[in-house]
């Protein structure tokens, strides 16, 4: 913070060139099959994150979005061209690959003074994720990329317990790697007074194995977690909400942040937008000030010093450590 200005690192944002890249999960005809999902079919450099005063964008982490995950420095030339700020990049390399394939694709993205690390999203069957995880040039892989100081962005539905065991036996054996965990595990939220019984048990039951299991992440050797995504917990394939817009309250964001906290401490949370996708819920700038209300309420109770300190931990100073901005 600067004075009356809030200065923010959002840590987590795809931008996309529509023209020149594949982004395949983005066409209508492959999944996933979000019916929103042609508002953000289109072209985003960093000007669109424009935010007004107080709120200040000082530099942003590009996630990899798919312009090319054959050749993934593909997409890391096309964001340093077009960069008006400071930011840095997490690419695409499947961590499966041989060993020596790996340290090729690796080491072409590390020619860029923007690169920080991969993402690797583990989705599939519970099945597919564990022949992942036993395949020995992931394990490999991931020892490299943590012994020269890279990041991995860990992406998976943390309420799933069994599949929480088997990533933290995974990432437990890797003492050197900075892993952090995208969009807080798609933390579930509770559901509302006037559901069905049923219903509200079952939502209940997931956002308690969230916490639960959220907790044994945070045990990892060296782990941070994003605030980001919250639109994505309530996502799905119904054709008829074409346009619809993806509601959530200040409180659940709000519940979800605060069990970050407790887990994690405040030193390893960041907040973030998961742009463009939090635009199915609110503009960039409401969703930033829907941040900055819910970090005041959790901290409402803390001296102004202290309160200034963690919001700007969460909003900046966090986020500039973990991916070694400068900003």
């Not at 931008?15 to 079919?41: R, S, V």
């Not at 060993?99 to 080491?107: I, V």
């Not at 992406?155 to 317990?161: G, H, I, P, S």
């Amino acid at each position: 913070m600067n004075g009356s200005t809030l200065s923010i690192i959002d840590p987590h944002v795809h931008l996309f060139d529509i023209e020149n890249g594949h982004y395949d999960w983005l066409k209508t005809n492959n999944a996933p099959f979000w019916p929103q999902k042609y508002l953000i079919n289109r072209t985003y450099v960093d000007n669109a994150l424009y935010l007004e005063e107080p709120l200040r964008l000082a530099a942003y982490v590009h996630i990899e979005a798919g312009y090319d995950n054959e050749s993934g420095e593909r997409e890391l030339a096309m964001l340093e061209e077009k960069a008006s700020i400071p930011m840095c990049t997490m690419g695409y390399v499947d961590i499966t690959l041989p060993h020596d394939d790996f340290l090729y694709a690796l080491g072409k993205q590390s020619e860029f003074r923007s690169s920080r690390g991969i993402r690797y999203i583990l989705d599939g069957s519970l099945n597919e994720i564990k022949a992942t995880l036993e395949n020995e040039c992931s394990y490999k892989n991931l020892a490299f990329l943590g012994k020269h100081k890279g990041t991995f962005e860990l992406q998976l539905d943390v309420k799933n317990t069994e599949l929480v065991v088997l990533v933290y036996a995974f990432f437990n054996r890797l003492p050197e790697l900075q892993v952090v965990l995208n969009h807080a595990g798609f933390a579930p939220f509770l559901e509302k007074e006037e559901s069905n019984q049923a219903s509200i048990y079952a939502h209940q039951l997931d956002f308690t194995n969230w916490q639960a299991n959220l907790l044994l992440l945070a045990k990892l050797p060296k782990v941070a977690v994003k605030c980001s995504g919250f639109e994505m917990s309530l996502l799905n394939e119904d054709k008829d909400a074409i346009g619809a817009v993806i509601q959530y309250t200040n409180e659940d964001v709000i519940a979800v942040v605060k069990h970050c906290i407790d887990a994690f401490g405040s030193d390893k949370v960041m907040m973030a937008s998961n742009f463009p996708l939090c635009l199915f819920s609110m503009s960039y700038q409401d969703y930033w000030e829907t941040a900055l209300g819910a970090l005041q309420h959790l901290f409402k109770d803390k001296d102004e010093n202290q309160r200034e300190a963690l919001m700007t931990a969460l909003l900046h100073d966090n986020a500039a450590r973990i991916y070694g901005i400068e900003s």
